[in-house]
C-alpha cells in the first residue's frame, strides 16, 4: 500500500528492491543504536587474544584426562549423583526425588564422593610433582 502512494515509477517496478532499502535502513538504525547503548573500544579486542601455550594446553588436558579417570573410579551412585547435581543444576532434595534416596543419603555420598576425589586427584598431583 505504501508504494501506491510513491510517485516514483522505479520503486512500484520493482518493490523488492523498495523492501532491500528498507531492511538497510532498519539495520543500520540498529547499529547505531547499539553502539550508542553498548560503547566499545577496539582495544577491548586485545585482551580476547588466546593465552594458551602448548604447554598449557597440555597441562589442563592432563588434568580433565585425571578428573575424567578420578570420576569414572567413583561409585555409580556418587557418579550420577554428581552428574545430576553439577551437570544439570539439580538440587538435592530434586535428586533424592529422583533416585528413590533421602536427602540425607544424597547429602553423604556428596560428600565421600568430594573426599574421594580430593584424595585420588591430591595423590595423582604429587604423584605427578615426584616425576617432574
Known amino acids: 500500500m505504501r508504494l501506491l502512494r510513491y510517485n516514483r515509477s522505479?520503486?512500484?517496478?520493482?518493490?523488492q528492491a523498495?523492501?532491500?532499502k528498507i531492511a538497510t535502513n532498519v539495520s543500520a538504525e540498529w547499529a547505531t543504536r547499539?553502539?550508542?547503548?553498548?560503547?566499545h573500544n577496539?582495544?577491548?579486542l586485545?585482551?580476547?587474544?588466546?593465552?594458551?601455550?602448548?604447554?598449557?594446553?597440555?597441562?589442563?588436558?592432563a588434568a580433565n584426562a585425571e578428573l575424567e579417570r578420578a570420576l569414572q573410579a567413583l561409585p555409580a551412585r556418587c557418579r550420577e549423583i554428581l552428574r545430576l547435581h553439577f551437570?544439570?543444576?539439580i538440587r538435592h532434595e530434586e535428586i533424592a526425588r529422583r533416585m528413590g534416596l533421602t536427602r540425607r543419603i544424597?547429602?553423604?555420598?556428596?560428600?565421600?564422593?568430594y573426599a574421594t576425589l580430593r584424595i585420588t586427584l591430591e595423590s595423582s598431583t604429587l604423584t605427578s610433582d615426584r616425576s617432574a
Open 87 to 89: 551437570g544439570e543444576g
Open 106 to 113: 544424597i547429602r553423604r555420598d556428596l560428600a565421600r564422593a
Open 10 to 15: 522505479e520503486l512500484i517496478d520493482f518493490p
Open 42 to 44: 577496539s582495544a577491548w
Open 34 to 39: 547499539s553502539a550508542r547503548r553498548m560503547p
Open 46 to 61: 586485545t585482551d580476547l587474544a588466546d593465552t594458551l601455550s602448548p604447554q598449557v594446553q597440555v597441562e589442563r588436558e
Open 18 to 20: 523498495y523492501l532491500y
